[in-house]
């Protein structure tokens, strides 16, 4: 709200020169929405999320109503309009506690959205044709939807070498047998929380790439913001001692980046391990099978969405600790790569990606 002086100011000098449209805006930005009313413009609302979130977006108000102090604590999965029902846990982590700050915003950004003149998303109708059939329903006093996805890039990588030897190596491998393990650029776990994986990969004894970085000090979910190499990214000094000898021609680890987009698009790819934000989602659109392991944010509605209505994905457990043990991770992986267990989510796969293809064929 601050910044809407500022912003009146960079629009009067813009339409001095231009012919200025819309204005659009992010999730909340919606206080720009008076401005955009003085030099006539349309108004947009901008969300790089899919559907659900959108849907418990416009249905927040009448949550709220029903005055329960904390979702995470209500007994009943929560029903949204068009979605699977989930536990209010599974809910986007902003809005758990009806009583934080945060909530209060995103309430106060969700109640304008009606009047916004459309809501741009990045996803498509056949991806998530229950939830759009209530979005976009005529007369329910709602702005008009636009889902926009599949939106992927697809000009050349960068990033180095590393990105360049992946690939390589996947040339040399067999036909769909290659889990491709990241948690994207910002994706870290605990130090025992990496053991484990690392074990249960190798025990898997299917072949591997692992986008691997030093890990959280604390929390099993955390957050890694320094994208640069260092000496404690060197993975001798957390992996298990001998796993890298051990995995040898197995396993490829790559440190801190990998082109993730072509290998999920190489046909030596089996499966795709990661945290599942909605960009990894689109990325792995591939005929690729999942394994679901979400950390924070809108992960923990992708991951419903993609093993309950979707079912393309598997979701390992947790134990009592939060810690999903080896032999958890080593099930899953032969489930996905080579198991009979796997055969409904490598066809719901394929499916889905000839789903994104029609799609992006009609923009």
């Given at each position: ?7 009146r ?15 659009v805006?992010?999730v ?8 955009a ?6 108004r947009?609302?901008?969300?790089p ?10 249905h ?14 209500l ?8 979605c ?14 009806r ?10 950004h969700?109640k304008?959205y ?17 939830t ?5 329903k ?5 702005s ?8 992927l ?5 960068s ?19 290659v889990?491709?393990?990241?948690f ?18 190798e025990m ?11 890990p959280?000090?604390n929390a ?12 404690e990214d060197?993975?001798n ?5 001998g796993?890298l ?8 680890l ?10 999920m698009?190489?046909s ?5 391990l990661?945290?599942?934000r ?12 999942l ?9 923990e509605?992708?991951?419903?969405m993609l093993t309950?209505e979707?079912?393309v994905?598997?979701r ?21 790569i ?8 490598r ?6 990606k ?10």
């Amino acid at each position: 709200m601050t910044r809407v002086p500022a912003l009146r100011d960079s629009l009067k000098v813009l339409t001095e020169s231009n012919h200025l449209v819309a204005l659009v805006v992010d999730v909340v930005g919606t206080d720009a929405f008076d401005v955009a009313k003085v030099f006539c413009l349309l108004r947009y609302i901008f969300i790089p999320l899919c559907a659900k979130p959108l849907s418990l977006f416009l249905h927040l108000s009448k949550l709220d109503e029903t005055g329960i102090s904390n979702y995470r604590d209500l007994p009943e999965p929560v029903k949204i309009p068009g979605c699977v029902p989930i536990k209010g846990t599974e809910l986007l982590e902003t809005f758990q506690n009806r009583n934080s700050e945060s909530y209060k915003l995103a309430l106060y950004h969700t109640k304008r959205y009606n009047v916004a003149d459309g809501v741009i998303i990045i996803s498509f109708i056949d991806l998530e044709s229950k939830t759009f059939k209530v979005l976009m329903k005529t007369g329910s006093g709602k702005s008009p939807v636009y889902p926009i996805g599949p939106l992927l890039q697809t000009g050349p990588i960068s990033g180095g070498g590393s990105g360049y030897e992946c690939l390589r190596w996947l040339d040399e491998q067999p036909r769909g047998s290659v889990l491709f393990v990241s948690f994207g650029s910002s994706g870290t776990l605990t130090h025992e929380q990496l053991t484990e994986l690392a074990l249960g990969l190798e025990m898997s004894e299917q072949r591997f790439i692992w986008v691997v970085r030093s890990p959280a000090k604390n929390a099993a979910n955390a957050v890694y913001y320094n994208a640069q190499s260092s000496k404690e990214d060197d993975p001798n000094n957390f992996l298990p001692k001998g796993f890298l000898e051990r995995t040898r021609g197995v396993g490829l680890l790559v440190r801190s980046w990998a082109p993730q987009i072509q290998i999920m698009s190489h046909s030596s790819t089996g499966g795709f391990l990661t945290h599942w934000r909605w960009n990894s989602i689109l990325e792995s659109i591939h005929g690729v099978p999942l394994i679901a392991w979400p950390l924070f944010t809108e992960q923990e509605m992708h991951t419903v969405m993609l093993t309950q209505e979707f079912e393309v994905a598997f979701r390992p457990k947790k134990n009592e600790n939060g810690i999903v043990c080896h032999e958890e991770i080593t099930k899953h992986v032969r489930y996905l790569i080579v198991g009979e267990e796997g055969k409904l989510v490598r066809h719901r796969a394929k499916e889905l990606k000839d789903a994104a293809a029609m799609a992006t064929s009609q923009h």
